[in-house]
């Protein structure tokens, strides 16, 4: 009788339960499934990071545009030099014929009206740039504003 139940024991773990892994395998296959498009479809799946604006883009292919929140917004491109609109126009047009397949990304001032950066991305979009990602970034707020 003992050794009835010892065999009883052994044929419960003999026995492995697969429906939590058929459950994990199926989360996985969706999760590939919705971000293997995304990846292929050149949307950026990194979350961007505010808190070190300074981080250099991933590949030589992306380029750095920032929109600084003042009146009339501030255009910069590689350099620190600030641009108007029309520069930066030209800048962007200069920058596709150079390298069409660049991609661009835009470090737009938080505080900047979503209009801004509309105008921005139709600008990128006239140069003729497929490629524009966004990352906002969070100004440091000083004491008192």
């Known amino acids: ?43 950026s799946v990194q979350i961007p990071q505010a808190d070190n604006p300074d981080k250099k883009p991933e590949s ?3 380029k750095m545009i ?31 014929q150079r390298n069409p397949s660049a991609e661009l990304v835009i470090k737009a001032d938080q505080r900047l009206k979503y209009g801004d950066v509309k105008e921005v991305f139709k600008m990128t979009k006239d140069a003729g740039f497929q490629d524009v990602g966004l990352i906002a970034e969070k100004k440091q707020k000083g004491v008192g504003g």
């Not at 590939?32 to 949307?43: D, N």
């Not at 255009?75 to 930066?88: T, W």
């Open 60 to 62: 030589s292919k992306q």
């Open 66 to 96: 920032s929109v600084s929140y003042t009146n009339p917004p501030a255009y910069y491109m590689d350099n620190p030099k600030q641009m108007s609109k029309a520069e930066f126009q030209n800048a962007l047009d200069e920058l596709y």
């Open 1 to 43: 009788m003992g050794m009835g139940g010892g065999g009883g024991r052994d044929k419960l773990q003999s026995d492995i339960n697969v429906t939590p892994l058929v459950d994990v395998c199926l989360v996985l296959l969706i999760i590939f499934m919705v971000v293997t498009p995304m990846l292929q479809k050149g949307v």
